[in-house]
């Protein structure tokens, strides 16, 4: 079946193995799922699920780690919209790789990137976006201390001094075949990719030293640091290591969660009301009929409250395939699985409300300006 992923769009279903095959990325196997577990004690449960699936130079990182050779961490956001659940996933695995490595780490917002890709947004609409989405970023957690958050425009000096130096060594045929650019893309568009390769090398910028970057991301943005890695060796810097993440499906039957289509998505903002009403009208994996259900059960695999749970909202293994054991042999009906997964996403975002309330005090010590 066919289905596309570039980094601004997502359609059809997503084919995971062929992707790593056209992408080029590495599978997490049970070596690299060993090393992890040696250094920091255990593995998130997204990397155990495989949910963070793919890497890049991992090895390299952990063995400069175990060398003494700390990495830094560098993630990001294109602020069109406020976050919805998939968003949440890679921010909340990079809180988690932060406190385990005890690194540094970069968040870009990038308000230039939504405005020259969406029509609709001015740049005053992605700017204001971007510090409702740091909001809820702080909210997961990040101290200010090691974590810094970049809005494009408001360190945009320190960011296009180095931009330059990395469009200078992309050619036209190169963005072309990578992004499928036109001759009426916006030329706007066509040099942002420089503005996201930007953070990959500012730590060593700084340190005046080579320190290597590990960009956990959702596969949908490897193409960009794809771009990053062929040139920032011919800048004198390291290739940044990724670790990619699967996209958290979204609500109707087909496709990613996704800010631009607002009926596959759950936001941060919504109210308990909204997420019961969407996870009650969510793509079941359930039979249409009780009987049915209790004879022959229902399908996790396809299910979307089962893969909320799976991808971010059952965080113990054991719990998660009681249900899963239970719905796959009818005990479990999908009215009672639907409910499980409710509460457990109105019960995330009750305390997800009240900590980006704290974040508002907290902002202004994450914020990089120039
Ligand atoms: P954006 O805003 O599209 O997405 C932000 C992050 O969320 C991931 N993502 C998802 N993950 C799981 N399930 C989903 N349904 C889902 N949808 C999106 C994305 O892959 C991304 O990791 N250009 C970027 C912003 C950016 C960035 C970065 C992202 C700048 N620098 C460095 C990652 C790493 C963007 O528009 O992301």
Known sequence: MAFKVTPWEVEGDIDYKKLVREFGVNLIDNNILNKTKKITGQTHFMLDRKIFFAHRD????????????KFYLYTGRGPSEHLHLGHLMPMKFTKYLQD????????????????????????EDTKKMSYENALDIIALGFNPKNTKIIINTEYAKTLYNQAIKVANKITFSTAKAV???????????????????????????????????????GIDQDPH???????????????????????????????????????SAIFTNDSPKEVKEKIQNAYSGGKETLKEHREKGGNPDID????????FFEPDNKKLKKIEDEYRNGKLLTGELKQITIEKINNFLEKHRKERENAKKKIDKFLLKD
């Open 58 to 69: 991992l090895n390299f990182i952990l063995n400069e780690y175990q060398k003494g050779n």
């Open 100 to 123: 385990k490595f005890n690194v540094k780490c970069y968040i870009q917002l990038t308000d230039d990137e939504k405005f020259l890709f969406k029509e609709n947004l001015s740049l």
């Open 179 to 217: 992004f499928g650019f036109k001759n009426s893309t916006n030329i706007g568009q066509i040099f942002y990719t420089s503005m996201q390769a930007v953070p990959a090398f500012l730590e060593s910028v700084k340190q005046g030293k080579n320190i290597p970057c590990l960009i956990p991301h």
């Open 225 to 263: 640091f794809r771009v990053a890695r062929d040139v920032l060796p011919k800048l004198g810097y390291l290739k940044p290591a990724s670790i990619q993440g699967k996209l958290m499906p979204g609500l109707l039957e087909n496709g990613k969660m996704s800010a631009s289509i607002p009926k």
């Open 304 to 311: 979307i409250p089962f893969q909320y749970l799976k991808f």
